[in-house]
């Protein structure tokens, strides 16, 4: 060990390891606000939470752990876990290793999914190195888990912890939880850990990255060198249950390049144009066409025969159990129904659809199990209706194509070029996209804008040049560009677009050729936008559905 690491705080020490890391922000944070404490005194204020505030329930966390097991409730099991954690502060039960977390040579002690997330069973001792009963990690390793749940947001049905590839941005996420945190129970209303409004991962690591985007000399802006850090820019949302006999964790990254795009995208005059493209491509689900988006109103209008009116008050009912997780969309206004008695109750409009579904998920059910005399009084109502849901209800719940498609390294070509054709949108952002993203170069983009800019100039055939271009074979395309070059010299004696370029920039060798169909045609219909021009037909028809090739 070199001098410099003899002197490192292992409880805050950046260690790569997520969990760690986090739990570490937390401790590096509580010791700022209580500089007078020590690292028990801290344990026991946070043990005092977790036992007495929420109830022992961190099941997500420590399966089965002196905090979590069902003979350790209340006081018991606050002795159990301050004994535990001043018996490894104390070097009591630990062996001369190597912390498996942090490399330090020290005391360590078997991890488990007891005290550690993800880990392995120690029933299970084949799951270890030396058939050991747990990974072997230091007290401070251990300690700095304990933390976690300080720290991290509940998401649906587990826990989000986000964590950057700069410090600074994981601390700042951190510390809003931990805030939270702390406001809420300063307030008596925290039961949990915080909730996330979100219940889709996908739209909440887009939300974190806005986050960090707009509050960019919060989030990432150095004193020091003046620099903020948007570029290369990495982050990872890890979704995880520890909990029963079948722990999960899907990790979701958002990429450098995907986060410096978003980031020109929402800093720049794009923003409007871009949120406007985002915000049509939400759906409930996969294959769910049912609602379109109003660009007038910011909403998603859906068309029901059907709906549910539960009573305000039995609403206001189920939003206070926190394990119920009872965050249905409103979709109407307010309706008054007459009870026999004549007496008139106030009752919100809910999607029978979205109620149903709900009552089938997980979270209703576990939590049936235990007030099963606990009756939802709801109204069906049968009558033609439309439902309205806000941008605060299918942002944070439906599923956005467009930020899967990113993630997953798939072309947006097609919702661009569907979005074009009746709404302006500025050519630079598909630029952008297709020179950071898709890794065009740039002379591609200039020639399709060449050509575009050639085709519109001539309003007498833009419609029929459309319809050329919107072939589903290269040799129609191809032919048309070289009859269009060949026009275009005897009508003006200039060369439209030379061999060099159409063989080295137009279609450069690995491209595909409907990318570039694709690209001209966006570029086409943005052009008639700038110049207000419309040459849409009712018989036009889409092209073939070609998809492009996954980015790696």
Not at 147 to 173: C, E, W, Y
Not at 371 to 396: A, C, G, M, P, R
Not at 399 to 406: T, V
Not at 423 to 450: A, D, P, V
Request: charged share 25%; glycine share 6%; proline share 3%.
């Amino acid at each position: 060990m070199t001098k410099d690491l003899q002197f490192v705080d292992w409880y805050t020490h950046p260690s790569g390891d997520p969990f760690a890391d986090i739990g570490g922000l937390v401790i590096e944070y509580l010791q700022e606000k209580h500089p007078d404490k020590s690292i028990i005194h801290l344990i026991k204020e946070v043990a005092n939470i977790y036992v007495y505030k929420w109830g022992n329930n961190l099941h997500s966390f420590f399966l089965n752990s002196t905090i979590t097991h069902n003979s350790n409730k209340g006081q018991k099991g606050y002795d159990k876990t301050i004994s535990y954690y001043e018996s490894l502060i104390h070097g009591v039960g630990g062996v001369d290793g190597y912390c498996r977390i942090t490399g330090q040579k020290t005391k360590v002690y078997p991890a488990a999914r007891d005290n550690h997330i993800m880990s392995g069973s120690a029933t299970l001792i084949n799951f270890h190195h030396g058939f050991e009963s747990g990974l072997q990690l230091s007290k401070e390793a251990l300690i700095r888990i304990f933390f976690v749940p300080l720290g991290v947001v509940q998401l649906a049905d587990k826990v989000a912890a986000l964590v950057s590839n700069r410090d600074n941005l994981t601390r700042f996420f951190v510390r809003k939880n931990v805030d939270e945190n702390f406001r809420n129970l300063g307030s008596n209303i925290s039961k949990s850990i915080i909730r996330s409004d979100f219940t889709n991962p996908v739209n909440a690591i887009f939300d974190y990255a806005r986050q960090c985007i707009e509050g960019v000399r919060t989030a990432t802006y150095d004193e020091e060198s003046g620099v903020s850090y948007t570029k290369g820019v990495t982050l990872n949302l890890f979704h995880f249950t520890n909990f029963g006999a079948n722990p999960t964790i899907n990790i979701i990254t958002l990429p450098a390049t995907i986060f410096s795009f978003y980031t020109t995208c929402l800093l720049n005059n794009y923003r409007k144009e871009w949120m406007g493209f985002i915000n049509a491509n939400y759906k409930k689900y996969e294959g769910y066409d049912n609602a379109s988006y109003d660009p007038s109103t910011g909403s998603y209008l859906e068309k029901a025969s059907e709906i549910i009116l539960i009573p305000k008050k039995k609403v206001e009912q189920l939003k206070s159990f926190p394990t119920l997780h009872f965050n249905l969309p409103i979709v109407g206004e307010r309706k008054h129904v007459s009870k026999k008695e004549k007496k008139e109750i106030e009752c919100d409009v809910f999607s029978k659809g979205d109620f149903e579904n709900w009552k089938q998920g997980k979270l209703y059910k576990d939590w049936y199990k235990e007030n099963k005399d606990y009756k939802i009084e709801s109204i069906v109502v049968k009558e033609s209706t439309v439902l309205k849901y806000s941008k605060s209800d299918f942002s944070k719940r439906w599923k956005n194509q467009i930020f899967e498609n990113l993630l997953l390294g798939k072309s947006i070509l097609k919702n661009i070029l569907k979005w074009v054709k009746p709404n302006s949108f500025s050519f630079q952002i598909t630029s952008l996209y297709q020179i950071n993203i898709r890794g065009m170069n740039s002379e591609t983009l200039k020639q399709i804008e060449k050509i575009a800019q050639h085709i519109v100039s001539d309003e007498d055939s833009i419609k029929k040049s459309v319809r050329s271009i919107r072939t589903n074979r290269y040799g129609e395309l191809r032919s048309f560009i070289i009859r269009l070059i060949e026009k275009n010299y005897k009508e003006n004696n200039t060369i439209l677009i030379s061999l060099k370029d159409y063989v080295g920039s137009l279609f450069p060798e690995g491209r595909n050729w409907s990318e570039i169909r694709d690209l001209l045609l966006i570029c086409i219909y943005q052009q008639l936008h700038e110049k207000n021009i419309s040459i849409y037909a009712d018989d036009e028809t889409e092209n073939e559905d070609i998809e492009l090739p996954i980015i790696e």
